[in-house]
């Protein structure tokens, strides 16, 4: 089959792509030649592409199963827990052409990696820190547009919305990846999103859409909701 | 009440409404200038925890996230900087500026990670047990190789460590004397029996080019058995050094293994004494919590001796004796405290003799409870304690 790239009809700087087997997301590479994790470079009338990785990246499978992510746009300044060693982060890049990602992994092992990404991209601002304390990192990230959550902690709606408080600027949108089981083992699924969504909008962030990415990504829920200011 | 918004472009120092008062960078935070300007402040606001660590003045320091100033400042700080300060850059600069002020505290942060030899310990143990794995598989393929021409070598000499040693030395059956078979701790009896039947033997006659490729494998298990030593007691010494405490009251395996299991010293040490006990338990526990079963009463430190020689209805509660000591220990090795290891593995000694006394014989059964499974392995030891 012929290989086809159109942009994604949802998700600005997303483009689907046709015609190679098991790839179906792509962004377009931020650093042409330079492969991240693995993913395949894909060149397609002259620009080069990123495979994003719906198996490895939340991001990539929660806009594979419809969902749309407006905060995230070219000119966007995002901050991402648990950035790990980038995977996801990579692709955050890519789409925010004229923005930052400003990136939070506590653990030191992956962060090396983060550090060395972040010196090949300049919209990568590494913070090497505990994603529970803003107050540690407050001295460098400020108001952003997006912040996303991905630190498979049992406490992470808390420091989620303990970040979002703190960081994210009135009208911004927030988006959180759960996996039912690091939350509560005797709980069903059911019971644990339930419950985290009742909690997050207690806390004054709105949910607007939550979609499962179990197919991908074993019993794990994303929500995505907009931020009107403490409530 | 004065104010202190801080970042990659300095210290600003505000009043309770926000005007700037002064501004400084994080150098000035220990002179005299920086001293004056504020030590007429009953209380200072900060929304950054270095900051408040670097304020060594005799003054009230909170840090307040919700402080409404700050919160502008920081969620619109470019703009502030542009407005409200002499910085004058374009939105790239800015950026710039942030990201090389991030990089370097995160640099070094991860390098101070790397210092830590509690770390550099984890990583020995994850080696350890990667070795013994290769070393299993290896001496176990040796064995058999060699019992196609040795085999009643093979039944009697049970230690693969000792097998490869033998093989390495002397591969051909018919050279092997009992002197090397006892030297290398084999006993008199074994010993005299192989040598028995090393020119009768049911194995076949090999080569010697067969005989030094079955020598270079033996040479490769004995290799990893080497190493396998060789960090055994690298661990062991700097367990003693990095964490005495820990060492004396868990021995020195055991601790270095619940410093593996939970990564580094620092984690431990905050860790629960309940979490500690079942450390390296966590499938049971889980399963356990799952399906409202019985949860499991101890992990790794059912390694110590003490606790694995406990009968069995007393491990539970010397386990979790253990365990509050071990906490104990290893805070007591984060913040490079005192020796106090050998009276924590004191009270532990003593502790072991009085539940013995008071708990001699064990508890009746509950026939109701507990899975048929553990009723049968309870009748399986009364029958044992009645002999
Ligand atoms: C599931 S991984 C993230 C994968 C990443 N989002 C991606 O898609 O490439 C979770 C990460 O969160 C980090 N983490 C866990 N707790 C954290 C905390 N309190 N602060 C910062 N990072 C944390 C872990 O070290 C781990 O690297």
């Known amino acids: 089959m012929e290989i086809e790239i159109k942009p994604a009809k949802k998700q600005q700087g997303v483009f689907r792509v046709q015609g190679i087997p098991g790839v179906l997301l792509a962004t377009v590479n931020a650093t042409p030649s330079l492969s991240v994790y693995g993913e395949r470079l894909i060149p397609y009338k002259g620009k080069e592409y990123r495979e994003f990785s719906h198996k490895r990246s939340k991001i990539a499978s929660s806009i594979l199963v419809g969902l749309k992510i407006p905060y995230l746009k070219p000119n966007a300044k995002v901050l991402y827990l648990g950035a790990s060693t980038g995977t996801t982060v990579s692709h955050v890049s890519d789409l925010l052409t004229k923005g930052v990602v400003y990136a939070v992994e506590f653990a030191p092992r992956p962060m090396r990696d983060l550090l060395e990404l972040a010196s090949l991209r300049k919209n990568i601002v590494p913070i090497h820190d505990d994603a529970r304390y803003p107050e540690n990192y407050s001295d460098i990230v400020d108001g952003v547009d997006f912040v996303f959550c991905d630190v498979a902690q049992p406490n992470q709606s808390e420091l989620f919305i303990k970040n979002i408080q703190t960081f994210l600027k009135k009208g911004g949108g927030a988006m959180i990846a759960i996996k039912s089981r690091s939350i509560s083992q005797s709980k069903t699924p059911e019971q644990v999103f339930d419950e985290q969504q009742k909690y997050l909008n207690k806390n004054g962030l709105e949910i607007e859409r939550s979609v499962s990415i179990s197919k991908y990504h074993k019993e794990h829920q994303v929500f995505l909701g907009k931020w009107f200011g403490k409530k | ?387």
């Not at chain 2, 270079?216 to 190493?227: G, I, P």
């Not at chain 2, 293994?257 to 939970?262: F, T, Y």
């Open chain 2, 1 to 387: 009440m004065a104010i202190i918004a801080s970042n990659a472009f300095g210290i600003f120092l505000l009043s309770e409404t926000g005007d700037l008062l002064g501004q400084f960078s994080y150098g000035d935070l220990n002179k005299q200038s920086f001293l004056d300007a504020i030590k007429d402040q009953e209380k200072i606001i900060v929304d950054n925890t270095h900051v408040a660590s670097s304020i060594r003045e005799n003054v009230k320091v909170q840090v307040d996230l919700n402080n409404p100033v700050l919160k502008e400042w920081r969620l619109d700080r470019y703009s502030n900087l542009l407005e409200k300060t002499g910085v004058t850059i374009d939105h790239l600069q800015y950026i710039e500026k942030v990201k090389a002020f991030a990089v370097q505290r995160s640099r070094e942060t991860v390098r101070k990670h790397a210092e830590g030899r509690d770390t550099l310990i984890a990583q020995a143990i994850h080696a350890i047990d990667e070795i013994q794995k290769s070393f299993v598989l290896l001496s176990g393929r040796l064995k058999e190789i060699y019992s196609l021409h040795f085999p009643e070598l093979t039944n009697r000499v049970r230690n693969p460590a000792t097998l490869a040693k033998l093989i390495l030395m002397k591969p051909e059956r018919t050279e092997i004397t009992l002197d090397l078979l006892t030297s290398l701790g084999i006993d008199e009896e074994h010993a005299k029996y192989i040598i028995s039947y090393k020119n009768e033997s049911l194995g076949g006659s090999f080569k010697k080019e067969d005989l030094i490729i079955i020598q270079s494998l033996a040479d490769s298990v004995h290799n990893l058995y080497k190493r396998k030593q060789e960090l055994e007691d690298w661990v062991t010494n700097t367990m003693n050094e990095v964490a005495p405490n820990l060492a004396a009251v868990a021995g020195t395996n055991v601790g270095a293994r619940l410093i593996a299991h939970v990564g580094n010293l620092r984690d431990l040490a905050f860790l629960s004494s309940g979490k500690v006990q079942t450390l390296g338990a966590e499938k049971a526990l889980y399963k356990a919590l799952r399906f409202n079963g019985k949860t499991p009463k101890h992990g790794i430190i059912f390694q110590i001796p003490e606790v694995g020689t406990m009968p069995f209805w007393l491990r539970g509660k010397m386990a979790r004796a253990f365990a509050s000591k071990i906490v104990i220990a290893a805070r007591l090795d984060l913040y490079g405290g005192s020796f106090l290891g050998d009276q924590l593995r004191e009270q532990l000694k003593e502790k072991s003799k009085k539940l013995r006394e008071q708990f001699p014989n064990p508890p009746k059964p509950k026939e109701t409870k507990g899975t048929s499974k553990s009723r049968k392995k309870f009748r399986k030891n009364r029958k044992r304690r009645k002999k």
